[in-house]
């Protein structure tokens, strides 16, 4: 009898209603451009410092010296302790993954 009780079925109801308006509210909140941008923003800015470290930490690999702390006075180019090797290739390989991914980027906003 429960079931077909006007004010049960009107109670259950409105919970449904309020259910569903916070399922809504939290659709709209993710999905809104601001939030969207925000998230991405976010997520470019995390990938592009763990780029950045990984680059660093192979650079430092691949480099070999150990730094020593400086000194005033000191000379930049006396601040390794090992000979320093050729960087030319290291920079070149960054500079061209940094074009590559301008061209990427310009050619997906263009397609826009």
């Known amino acids: 009898m429960a079931d077909t009780d006007p004010a049960e079925l009107e109670r259950r109801i409105e919970r449904t209603r309020a259910e569903l308006a916070q399922t809504v509210d939290a659709i709209a909140d993710r999905v809104s451009p601001k939030n969207v ?4 923003v976010a997520k470019a800015e995390s990938n592009a410092k763990q ?9 430092g690999e691949m480099v070999g010296g150990v730094p020593r702390p400086a000194r005033p006075g000191d000379e930049p180019d006396d601040l390794w302790a090992d000979e320093q090797p050729d960087l ?3 920079l070149i390989g960054v500079g061209a993954v940094l074009a590559v991914s301008a061209m990427i980027i310009l050619w997906r906003r263009r397609s826009r």
Request: without cysteine; glycine residues 6%.
């Open 51 to 59: 780029f950045l470290v990984s680059v660093g930490d192979r650079v």
């Open 88 to 90: 030319a290739p290291i």
């Open 37 to 40: 941008a925000r998230r991405t």
